[in-house]
């Protein structure tokens, strides 16, 4: 006598299990790259910072008495020179430049000189500390958009 078997549809609900399994595995995937598309543009913007930061150093250490004169330090408040016509003005304005190039909209720049040694007439005296910050807008990780910067010094 045969047996019958009454398993009908198995089959097709295992491959719905397992399609189930995929798609979650592919959701994943997808966020995953999503998260790795993010972090990565972070650090393109942190190494264009440091890249630009290292240019005005550079730029400042080739003019020393323009940088022991302080004419390389600028602040937020601070508005570029339109014509400019010394180097530190020509400098200071091509690197302004180039923030505004390689970075987010609304990035700013900022170069400050701690002086060392505040008992004589000069701005920024050898030996002192400049730092270079450079600031910028981009998405958290929690989706919101807020600034980020990069703060780089040097002794001069």
Known sequence: MPIKNKQYGVALLEVMISVFILAIGLL???QLQ???LKHNESAYLRSQASTLAANILDRMRANQLATQAGNYN???????PVSPSLLADIDIVGWLNNISLFMPAGSSGVVSCADSINTDTIACSEGSLHTVTISWVEVQDDG?????????????
Do not use: E, I, M, W
């Open 34 to 36: 999503a998260t790795t």
């Open 144 to 156: 919101s958009r807020g600034t980020n910067s990069f703060a780089y010094s040097g002794v001069l």
């Open 28 to 30: 994943g995937l997808a």
């Open 74 to 80: 600028f602040a937020l408040s601070d508005t570029p």
